[in-house]
């Protein structure tokens, strides 16, 4: 795709940036047939190829307005397309770059700017987001039955066993994980203290900026990235073989680190580190015996949603589902596996109608093999999917821990 960035883009690095990426699109159209907002909508600026126009289009000076933001705001940012993509266009990249830009340009209403002014107060902060949601259990008979298939059921944490192990890896905890589901970490160490590995969490991480960024809130983002980056450096000095991600929507972005944070002379060595040693908690066990685990499924029939932050955003497929074999238990088919379930962040809570369209689509797949449970990988795909499923949804890391 031809370009001709207008004169006050042209060397910025967000400028050479996006005129790469639409360069290296070729206008196929692969990318339609996988993309959830299209399928749902069927208008081509509901799709990554129209949504690249509109953004070319605010590159070169073109004219923005609020119809553009209306149709970047309902992209989910679930890199389908890039899968499909024969010419490896990093579309997830440009949307971020275009939302920014188009934020800068079109204002949006009052009741938006504190809708995710609230969003960005609350949520990447673990105490918050706690106390959040004890209210909204105290709450729970009176709130709108909307709200009420939201709050998550209280889950208790069994123990986290002490560091025993010489070799030791890194856990992020994030923001939301702590309060909504603090067993997938806990059940992650034991998984990996049965495996001769210690899982440690830092002192003073948190939130790895994946919420401020998608909401085009980019130099708060950052501000999280670079704290995570503090509070892991010592570690990682100290041998940490790796830093483990539960939570695939925060693993994409970690994993990103080294490119978000290129251009800063301070962090820019150390982020690119810090990418390097995080892998998906499915990656590490890849490369580990699990005889020592001792599960049997007995062939408890199971349903894997794969987070689009891992199949699309880190392309791990099959992983997953290979792991929960070797342990005994039956994967159940789900046709269209490659949708978004329609959580995506903050998606359900700004694009609601859209997001439970897509919802209820993938609850009708994931249980048309009327499976005993339903597994994913993201803490944000579990909640959502828990809102409206018949079927007890878990990370699938606590059926390795014994089913606990």
């Known amino acids: 795709m031809q370009t001709s960035l207008s004169d006050a883009l042209k060397d910025t690095p967000d400028g050479r940036e996006a005129d790469a990426i639409l360069r290296s699109c070729v206008h196929c159209g692969f990318c339609t047939a996988t993309c959830p907002t299209y399928q749902l909508l069927g208008d081509e600026l509901d799709s990554p190829r129209g949504r690249i126009y509109l953004i070319k289009q605010v590159l070169e000076g073109g004219p923005v307005t609020e119809k553009t933001q209306l149709h970047l705001d309902r992209c989910l940012t679930c890199r389908s397309c890039e899968t499909t993509c024969p010419s490896g266009v990093r579309y997830g990249r440009l949307v971020d770059i275009g939302r920014a830009m188009v934020e800068e340009k079109v204002p949006r209403t009052f009741v938006a700017r504190v809708q995710r002014g609230v969003l960005r107060a609350l949520i990447p902060y673990p105490r918050r987001f706690a106390a959040l949601l004890r209210i909204g259990r105290w709450l729970r008979p009176l709130l709108p039955a909307a709200l009420r298939s939201k709050l998550p059921a209280i889950q208790a944490a069994a123990p986290w066993p002490v560091a025993r192990h010489a070799r030791k890896m890194l856990v992020l905890d994030g923001?939301?994980?702590?309060?909504a589901a603090p067993n997938t970490n806990a059940a992650a160490a034991r998984v990996l203290d049965k495996l001769g590995v210690s899982l440690i969490r830092a002192q003073g991480d948190g939130c790895c900026g994946a919420l401020s960024h998608h909401l085009s809130a980019h130099d708060e983002a950052l501000h999280f990235m670079r704290r995570n980056i503090d509070a892991w450096w010592p570690h990682i000095e100290a041998g940490a073989e790796a830093i483990v991600m539960t939570a695939s929507?925060?693993?994409?972005?970690?994993?990103?680190?080294?490119?978000?944070?290129?251009?800063?002379?301070v962090y820019a060595a150390k982020a690119?580190?810090?990418?390097a040693l995080t892998q998906d908690f499915s990656e590490i066990l890849a490369g580990e015996k699990l005889e020592s685990l001792n599960v049997?499924?007995?062939?408890?029939?199971?349903?894997?949603h794969a987070p689009c932050t891992l199949q699309h955003g880190q392309q791990i497929n099959g992983v997953v589902e290979t792991l929960l074999r070797r342990c005994g238990y039956q994967l159940t088919?789900?046709?269209?596996?490659?949708?978004?379930?329609?959580?995506?962040?903050?998606y359900s809570i700004l694009q609601p109608e859209l997001s439970q369209q897509l919802l209820a689509d993938k609850l009708a797949a994931l249980q048309a093999g009327a499976p005993d449970i339903i597994v994913t990988a993201n803490i944000g795909c579990q909640l959502h999917l828990q809102s409206g499923a018949a079927a007890q949804v878990r990370h699938w890391v606590e059926l390795l821990d014994g089913g606990r």
């Not at 923001?175 to 309060?179: E, G, T, Y």
């Not at 690119?272 to 990418?275: E, G, P």
């Open 296 to 304: 049997n499924g007995g062939g408890r029939k199971v349903a894997f």
């Open 272 to 275: 690119a580190r810090i990418s």
């Open 175 to 179: 923001c939301v994980q702590p309060a």
């Open 333 to 346: 088919a789900v046709t269209n596996g490659h949708l978004c379930c329609g959580s995506a962040g903050t």
């Open 249 to 265: 929507g925060c693993g994409v972005v970690v994993k990103d680190y080294g490119v978000l944070l290129r251009d800063d002379p």
